[in-house]
């Protein structure tokens, strides 16, 4: 099952980079990030907090584009070139195929952040930005950010047409980026259906604003612990909700 699992992945990983999307996004963000370095120099004190604020908002940003717009198309194109009907005559099952493609685009994602860090790394590194352990862990949580918004894309893509997945997909992201504030506005609101319908977004969706910590890297704010183990263990165990979602749908889905 693993060897299968593999065998789809790295076939995935192939097939994504050759997207001229996923070059066109890691272009862009390595220009944001360049861009940083202008808009720093426009500062005598915060130079450095400038650059590192836009160099990890475009490592998390093109991140999520990655994981969106190329991995809602994966399913799709299978179905379209109807190589799916060829890969499932074989000895692997619905799930085991969409745990290969899941995995491949996460390795994808994981490898477009490596770039962009050393490159984000050099860049900082060459201004006399400091690099601390809390811009590992601002790394970290971004990586199981994105790891959570593959498994929605995938789960968008199981069902629809890639457009709408990705429609769907997006506004998860944005709402979930805002159910937290969301929530505290809902809290101090007169009206109780309000209140609960705040409370039921920040519990059903995901709460993306727990895997930011660019702010207190690039501030060298303190963080603990709890701060990086507890979004880690939230975001794993919300894309195997998604996932085990996305195969029970998927190994229903009729193709023709």
């Known amino acids: ?5 593999w065998t789809i992945a790295t076939n995935t990983v192939r097939e994504a ?34 650059l590192q604020d836009v160099g990890l908002a475009a490592i998390r940003l093109s991140g999520v584009a990655i994981a969106i717009f190329v991995g809602v198309s994966l399913i799709h194109a299978e179905v379209d070139r109807r190589t799916v009907y060829t890969i499932l005559a074989k ?25 962009l860090v050393v490159f984000f790394a050099m860049v900082s590194l060459l201004t006399g930005a400091p690099i601390t352990l809390t811009h590992g862990a601002a790394i970290l949580l971004i990586c199981v950010e994105l790891t959570l918004m593959v498994a929605i894309a995938t789960f968008f893509s199981a069902f629809t047409t890639p457009m709408l997945a990705s429609f769907f997909s997006v506004g998860v992201w944005v709402v979930g980026c805002l159910t937290r504030n969301l929530r505290d506005l809902g809290a101090v609101s007169d009206v109780e259906s309000v209140r609960l319908t705040t409370v039921w977004l920040h519990r059903v969706l995901p709460d993306l604003a727990s895997f930011n910590l ?24 919300y894309a195997a909700i998604v996932l085990l979602g996305a195969m029970a749908i998927f190994e229903r889905r009729d193709f023709r």
Do not use: C, N
């Open 214 to 237: 660019s702010i207190e890297a690039a501030h060298g704010l303190p963080i603990s612990a709890f701060d990086v183990w507890l979004p880690l263990v939230y975001g794993v165990g």
């Open 17 to 50: 980079i050759r997207s001229k999307l996923l070059y066109v996004l890691l272009g862009f963000a390595i220009l944001v990030i360049l861009s940083g370095i202008v808009a720093g120099s426009l500062s005598y004190v915060e130079s450095a907090r400038i």
């Open 1 to 5: 099952m693993i060897a299968r699992i």
């Open 91 to 115: 000895p692997i099952s619905r799930a085991e195929f969409l745990l290969g493609k899941f995995f491949g685009l996460v390795m994808t994602t994981w490898l477009q952040v490596t770039v």
